[in-house]
């Protein structure tokens, strides 16, 4: 969390740097770009704050973590293989998640209703403490397989996650995710099927087999 405050005291670029995103398990592309920069103004102007009213802020949203604890842990660290990690994600990303939920444009009657009960301020809140969590990156299961992973992360994911797969307001964050849900999330794609899609995703996933996706998903559940 010393991290995360720190960091409030640069602004978040404005600048679009991916084009991705994942998330509950779908890729799908980057969001209307007002829409983005609407949330950005609002965390920037927290940043511009004093620390005990950012403080005040991440207390706000633990409280309203709670709610999500049972499935995506106290701290936003999954208790599931196929549930996301939600910590350390960048904080637009996850308003613009959230606001997705509540608004239908994401389907899933149990999460809709969750944050259809939580207010504006709530949301934030909760957006900004997952992104003040540190993700712990997975221990290595096979070296081989993660090596493989890691060439072809650099080859087709590293343009838009970047190079420490950290995300930006766009993009997920991928490192120390759950390997189950990038696995479930790859074949999703590789596959067309599940709710949401994205030409892109899918395209990159048609090239991949299942010794792939398993080695990328070995690669970036252990990276920090």
């Known amino acids: 969390m010393t991290t995360f405050i720190k960091s409030l005291a640069?602004?978040?670029?404005?600048?679009?740097?991916?084009?991705?995103?994942?998330?509950?398990?779908?890729?799908?592309?980057?969001?209307?770009?007002?829409?983005?920069?609407?949330?950005?103004?609002?965390?920037?102007?927290?940043?511009?704050?004093?620390?005990?009213?950012?403080?005040?802020?991440?207390q706000v949203g633990k409280k309203a973590a709670f709610f999500c604890a049972n499935c995506h842990g106290d701290v936003g660290l999954s208790k599931m293989g196929h549930v996301p990690n939600l910590a350390g994600q960048n904080p637009v990303y996850l308003m613009m998640q959230i606001q997705k939920f509540a608004d239908g444009r994401r389907k899933d009657d149990f999460m809709s209703g969750l944050i259809k009960a939580l207010k504006d301020e709530d949301r934030l809140g909760m957006a900004l403490f997952y992104a003040s969590q540190?993700?712990?990156?997975?221990?290595?299961?096979?070296?081989?397989?993660?090596?493989?992973?890691?060439?072809?992360?650099?080859?087709?994911c590293i343009?838009?996650?970047?190079?420490?797969?950290?995300?930006?307001?766009?993009?997920a964050r991928l490192a120390g995710q759950q390997s189950e849900y990038l696995v479930?999330?790859?074949?999703?794609?590789?596959?067309?099927?599940?709710?949401?899609?994205?030409?892109?995703?899918?395209?990159v996933a048609a090239n991949l087999n299942d010794e792939q996706i398993a080695a990328l998903a070995e690669y970036l559940t252990t990276l920090p």
């Open 10 to 58: 640069r602004p978040i670029s404005v600048a679009a740097i991916g084009v991705f995103l994942i998330s509950g398990g779908k890729v799908q592309a980057a969001p209307g770009g007002d829409e983005v920069v609407a949330y950005e103004r609002r965390v920037n102007e927290i940043q511009a704050s004093a620390p005990g009213v950012i403080q005040k802020k991440l």
């Open 134 to 156: 540190a993700v712990p990156p997975g221990e290595v299961g096979n070296a081989r397989q993660a090596q493989r992973g890691r060439a072809l992360y650099m080859r087709a």
């Open 159 to 171: 343009g838009c996650h970047g190079a420490s797969a950290h995300g930006n307001r766009n993009v």
């Open 184 to 203: 479930a999330s790859l074949t999703n794609y590789r596959k067309r099927t599940g709710q949401r899609t994205d030409p892109s995703m899918t395209s």
